[in-house]
């Protein structure tokens, strides 16, 4: 990318002054106020650069200064690079920096209390995004579709889930879309954020089900009574203790993992634990539930206790729900490699045992979609009716009670 003066002819005895801005065999032409005599001109250059010292001084170091500020101009082309260093309104084009935007718009989110963990999400995938272009800043305009589908093909050949994927553009979209609500007034056409780098991208397909995430009946025995053999780049603590927290998760009705990491000692008592899924804060009543724990449950929450004030010891063992989950699925990939499961190898995750909870409630205990929707603690279509019922939470005993017995009743598991 390189900056030079060009003149033009203007008539016989003058010349236009343009500064050029020109990449590998193309060209732009930015315009000048300045008009300079033939005399001072051979060979379309200025030979005398002391008389028009000002040109290269002021106006050719005005545009390189401009220039210089644009983070990652090849991601550009040239006209768009024109528009940027020539713009009257450079300071309101140019400020929209996407980190610092971002991180602001995420510190809104986490000021209400039910959308903290949504806040912790977008600022997870946010550093990761951040890490990638390894760089402390970028803006807005700068994130053209180019650099998204590297993003995308980056991740690709690390070997992440097509879920993944999606769910960490889906948040970095987001994020950008909600930027350019803020900084772009559509009422009186004034566009700060021009660009929609999202449109058209070649995602990958997210070929999955419900379903395909439940194993089978035999499959939740096989791991009760997996004996997990130590491989190369696993810890088997490690991996014993994500067993034992997935198999937790299946013995508490499907729980899911913020959920677990969340839950302090005082909502454990009487053989039960009520708690108020964080995916359902936001709604009226905070959508409470109570939830029986077996003796199965029991015993790896005495197994697992905290230190503190926190029911289990994720807590004392790492410091955000994040990284749990991470050591988490890693460690269940091992344990896919050692027990010869139903379901496919990229399906079988930690929310497996709340699908597999939940499909087994329904196809082996015959119990109703709504009986499953309301032990799973999803939101019901009669949200009404519902507000006006006393909880009876004898419901999900019986539930617990019949799928335990349907694992349990036959050899294979103890």
């Not at 060009?6 to 000048?32: C, D, N, W």
């Not at 002021?58 to 401009?66: F, I, P």
Request: charged share 30%; proline share 2%; net charge positive.
């Amino acid at each position: 990318m390189k900056l030079s003066i060009h003149v033009k002819p203007k008539g016989q005895t003058e010349y236009y002054v343009f500064i050029s801005l020109s990449h590998q065999s193309k060209r732009v032409l930015i315009a000048t106020p300045y008009i300079i005599g033939s005399e001072h001109v051979k060979a379309g250059k200025i030979i005398n650069k002391a008389k028009y010292a000002e040109i290269y001084n002021k106006e050719l170091l005005k545009y390189e200064e401009r220039l210089g500020s644009i983070v990652a101009p090849e991601l550009l082309d040239l006209a768009s690079i024109k528009d940027i260093i020539t713009s009257t309104h450079r300071e309101e084009a140019t400020v929209v920096e996407f980190f610092a935007a971002a991180e602001e718009h995420i510190k809104r989110i986490e000021q209400k209390p039910a959308r903290v963990r949504t806040a912790e999400i977008y600022r997870y995938n946010l550093n990761s995004f951040k890490q990638y272009i390894d760089r402390d800043k970028l803006y807005t305009f700068e994130m053209t579709h180019k650099l998204m589908q590297g993003y995308i093909k980056f991740m690709t050949n690390e070997k992440k889930k097509a879920s993944t994927i999606n769910n960490k553009i889906n948040i970095i979209k987001l994020l950008f879309y909600a930027i350019r609500d803020e900084y772009n007034d559509y009422d009186t056409g004034t566009l700060v954020v021009k660009n929609d780098p999202f449109r058209k991208l070649d995602l990958p397909q997210v070929m999955l089900s419900a379903g395909d995430r439940a194993l089978l009946v035999d499959d939740i025995r096989k791991l009760i009574n997996a004996n997990i053999e130590k491989g190369k780049g696993y810890r088997l603590s490690a991996v014993n203790y994500a067993l034992d927290y997935f198999l937790l998760s299946f013995y508490l009705l499907g729980i899911n993992p913020v959920d677990l990491y969340n839950l302090k000692n005082e909502q454990y008592k009487d053989g039960r634990i009520t708690y108020t899924r964080s995916k359902t804060k936001r709604r009226a009543g905070g959508a409470e539930i109570s939830i029986p724990v077996c003796d199965q449950a029991k015993k790896l929450i005495e197994k697992h206790k905290s230190r503190s004030e926190w029911l289990l010891d994720m807590r004392d063992n790492y410091v955000k729900v994040e990284n749990v989950v991470n050591m988490v699925s890693r460690s269940l990939e091992h344990i896919y490699n050692n027990t010869d499961l139903s379901v496919e190898k990229g399906n079988f995750t930690w929310y497996s045992a709340r699908h597999t909870w939940a499909s087994i409630a329904a196809n082996e205990c015959h119990f109703s979609d709504a009986e499953v929707a309301r032990a799973l603690n999803h939101q019901s279509e009669h949200k009404v009716t519902r507000g006006y019922i006393r909880p009876d939470w004898s419901l999900l005993d019986r539930m617990n009670e019949a799928v335990l017995d349907v694992v349990y009743n036959s050899k294979g598991a103890e």
